[in-house]
């Protein structure tokens, strides 16, 4: 399983207009989309887990395409460095 970082989104997006842009490369396991808390409307980034070879095929069928009038990026999730404590 991998999970794809999905940037540059418009705030009219929501789960089910990102499984239907994923649905021809592979099924979509999870999906979050980052949300405002007070108009429930998309903050522009999401995540996706979609097993291995199907997440290369949505990589590189789908990064840099035009979704809702904005070019979409999409790539695998940069692991977080560890962080410093105080």
């Given amino acids: 399983m991998k ?34 808390i007070f108009s429930g409307q998309c903050k522009g ?16 069928g789908l990064n840099g395409r035009e979704f809702e009038g904005k070019n979409i990026k999409i790539n695998f999730e940069k692991p977080k460095g560890k962080r410093r404590g105080r």
């Fill in 45 to 60: 980034f999401g995540f996706v887990e979609m097993e291995g070879h199907e997440a290369r095929a949505a990589i590189a």
């Fill in 3 to 36: 999970k794809l970082f999905i940037g540059n989104l418009p705030s009219s997006a929501n789960e089910s207009s990102i499984i239907e842009l994923f649905a021809p490369f592979g099924t979509v396991r999870t999906i979050k989309l980052a949300t405002d």
